[in-house]
């Protein structure tokens, strides 16, 4: 079988810059997911006008499957650098899939506090939801069968998407 | 034999010492221990990791300020904590240890966190529960006789990295009362398995056990000479029983000799830092004015502690 297309990483960020501009708050935060949200955010202020703070989120203790899977390696200091009440928060993401990551981090934002709004913006929106959870913002969709990941990978600045089997 | 305290992928199920546990194992408590600080910040200091979950402290020996840590460590991971004082009830009727310990799993517990004035108590729980299918249930050593005290090793550990940011180019002395120390001789093993290159112990003969160089340290009755060019001092408390004994003269000689006043840590490097497991006591084994001073790290060790805790609990619960 041949492997799946995946989109070029840099056109599909730019895209998703392109979908929130003037449509996300001026002063709106933007939240990366560790690890490839995380890039993804300190990435888009310069695309997106407005003055957006950067924080970034690790959602290991949150996640639904620690009993099964246990703490994986490498968990990073959840960094929120800006005043969580009140706030309008862009929690970005690489890939959206079955939106449980993303259910782990609105739940560990509301720990630091009250925000006022939080929108969602993801590169890859995968399809294969088992939860409530749309994007607000979409780079781009794409389609591949259920076991495979997509992967987000960075070498310098520059990012790339892949596909990998498991 | 294979360590009880290691399942069969090499995972950690119970900790009960440092001895013998591997460096990967160590740096991947250390790790996991740093993001849980930083949860203390937070405006809910909590994460619900251990929701559902019941740590039974079982403290055969007293011990308010590790209980009181294990306890905020536990209810910050979202566990039901359970303390129970077994001085005053089962075991003073006559109960087994082993017994004991069946009662609460059929309570349903998940962590037993063991305090024991015998050494060995908390491994021989381990044994049994790993040998009644009890998998699920896990032990950690919260300071067992003079054997070991593995969570405040680690937070030695965690709390030299931390100011000195690895271990392959440092100097630790430890100080004082070596052989009653279940601290010492926890974190002896922990520097060696970490690759310290230069660990060494201060004291009196008498309070320093026979052998002690088998552990991998340089021994010193003078503490000029250990303290000198070192990077990290460790206060031990001189616990006030010993002075009933023959071990030693005298507060006031102790202090003289093995006291850590600034004019002796000035002959460690200058950027040194100064430890102590708490509690200590002022005037016996270290000054005010070095317990008060900017190279003391004896509160940030408090801190760390917690998350270092808190790091073992979630890495355990889910082996």
New interface residues.
């Given amino acids: 079988m041949t492997p799946p297309q995946v989109p070029d990483a840099e056109a599909t960020l730019v895209a998703l810059a392109e979908r929130m501009r003037g449509a996300v708050a001026y002063d709106a935060a933007f939240v990366g997911i560790y690890s490839g949200g995380a890039w993804l955010a300190e990435r888009l202020p310069a695309l997106v006008p407005g003055d957006h703070p950067v924080g970034f989120i690790d959602v290991s203790f949150y996640r639904d499957d620690y009993s099964t899977t246990g703490l994986k390696g490498g968990s990073r200091r959840t960094s929120l650098p800006f005043d969580v009440d009140g706030a309008t928060i862009v929690l970005v993401d690489d890939v959206l899939f079955t939106g449980r990551s993303v259910r782990a981090a609105i739940n560990e934002l509301f720990d630091f506090g009250r925000p006022a709004r939080i929108e969602l913006a993801v590169l890859i929106d995968r399809g294969g939801r088992e939860l409530p959870i749309e994007p607000t913002y979409c780079g781009a969709r794409l389609t591949v069968a259920r076991d495979l990941s997509i992967v987000l990978s960075r070498d310098g600045d520059r990012l790339a998407l892949g596909v990998e089997g498991q | 034999m294979r360590s009880p305290q290691l399942n069969e992928e090499g995972?950690l199920t119970h900790l009960l010492t440092l001895e013998g546990l591997p460096a990967d194992v160590i740096r991947?408590i250390l790790?996991?221990a740093?993001?849980f600080?930083?949860?203390a910040e937070?405006?809910?200091k909590?994460?619900?990791?251990l929701r559902g979950k019941a740590v039974f402290n079982l403290f055969f020996e007293n011990s308010t300020r590790t209980r009181t840590t294990f306890e905020i460590a536990a209810k910050r991971l979202s566990a039901d904590v359970i303390n129970l004082n077994i001085g005053a009830s089962s075991t003073s009727k006559g109960e087994t240890l082993l017994d004991t310990i069946d009662n609460l799993v059929a309570m349903d517990a998940d962590i037993f966190v063991v305090r024991h004035s015998q050494s060995g108590a908390p491994h021989l729980i381990a044994q049994h529960l790993n040998a009644h299918r009890r998998r699920h249930v896990h032990v950690v050593n919260a300071g067992d006789g003079r054997h070991q005290h593995p969570t405040q090793g680690l937070l030695d550990l965690y709390t030299i990295r931390h100011y000195k940011k690895a271990f392959h180019d440092l100097t630790v002395s430890i100080v004082g009362d070596v052989l009653h120390s279940r601290v010492a001789r926890s974190l002896i093993h922990g520097l060696t398995t970490l690759g310290t290159p230069e660990v060494r112990v201060i004291g009196p003969k008498t309070l320093l056990p026979a052998h002690v160089e088998a552990l991998g340290v340089r021994v010193f009755h003078d503490m000029r000479d250990g303290l000198r060019g070192c990077d990290a001092v460790v206060m031990l408390r001189l616990q006030s029983e010993r002075m009933k004994g023959a071990l030693l003269p005298s507060a006031g000689e102790y202090f003289k000799n093995y006291g850590l006043t600034q004019e002796k840590l000035a002959l460690a490097k200058p950027d040194a830092i100064v430890m102590h497991p708490g509690p200590m006591n002022r005037g016996v084994e270290i000054d005010s004015a070095v317990a008060d001073s900017d190279r003391a790290v004896i509160l940030p060790q408090v801190t760390f502690g917690i998350a270092v805790r808190m790091a073992v609990m979630?890495?355990i619960?889910?082996?």
């Fill in positions: 995972a991947s790790d996991t740093d993001p600080v930083s949860i937070r405006e809910v909590k994460v619900p990791l979630s890495m619960a889910s082996a």
